[in-house]
């Protein structure tokens, strides 16, 4: 296996799947925006505290958290969970295009330093990601650590390759 060529394809990947995370990141901030924003329009809550599908809706997640919000508290709860997993999904789409960036320059051969310790990175990533899934989602979360490990291996494989070729 040729480490150059593969991170050259991993690092691609992580491009793609990074600037799709952005893309995606940036919409869920608009509509975690807009939820909170409909949070506090009276008119829209106030229908909505009349919808009995609602009320029900809402009590059963009262019951089921043991708190007593109101539709207009939950709504505005609800924005703001998603604003701040948007924020966290756009740190980890960005963390994923400089990964890329980084996988590139180190197949080219302009410094392999960087895309290891952004491997390095990725792979705590993936594992905090395995861990706030509660295991739900094992196979990705998987195979997220197994890319990540993957691209690290293959980091460190040319940045040896530099440090041998510095030594002599």
Same mark, same amino acid.
């Given at each position: ?5 593969? /991170?050259?394809?991993?690092? @691609?990947?992580a491009l793609v799947f990074g600037i799709i995370g952005v893309i995606g990141s940036l919409l869920m901030l608009v509509g975690g925006g807009a939820i909170?924003?409909? &949070?506090?329009?009276?008119? *829209?809550? &106030?229908?909505?505290?009349? $919808? ?7 009590? $059963? %997640?009262?019951? !089921? ?6 539709? %207009?508290?939950?709504?505005? &709860?609800?924005?703001?969970?998603? @604003?701040?997993?948007?924020? @966290? #999904?756009? *740190? #980890?789409? *960005?963390? =994923? /295009?400089?990964? =890329?960036?980084? =996988?590139?320059?180190? %197949? ?6 960087? !895309?290891?310790?952004? =491997? /390095?990175v990725e792979i705590v990533l993936a594992a905090i990601g395995l861990i706030a899934s509660g295991f739900s989602s094992l196979f990705g979360s998987v195979? &997220? /650590?197994? *890319? !990540? ?10 940045? $040896? ?5 510095? !030594?002599?």
């Open positions: 296996m040729d480490p150059r060529k593969t /991170i050259k394809v991993l690092a @691609i990947l909170t924003a409909v &949070s506090q329009n009276e008119q *829209i809550m &106030s229908e909505v505290a009349n $919808d009995q599908e609602v009320a029900n809706a809402v009590n $059963d %997640a009262n019951n !089921a958290l043991g708190t007593d919000m109101d539709a %207009a508290t939950a709504t505005a &709860s609800t924005g703001v969970m998603v @604003i701040i997993v948007a924020l @966290i #999904s756009l *740190i #980890s789409a *960005i963390t =994923g /295009i400089l990964e =890329g960036v980084f =996988g590139l320059k180190a %197949a080219n051969g302009k410094g392999a330093k960087p !895309a290891f310790i952004f =491997g /390095i195979i &997220s /650590i197994v *890319i !990540a490990a993957l691209y690290t291996y293959c980091a460190k494989q040319i940045l $040896d390759e530099e440090n041998g070729a510095q !030594a002599e």
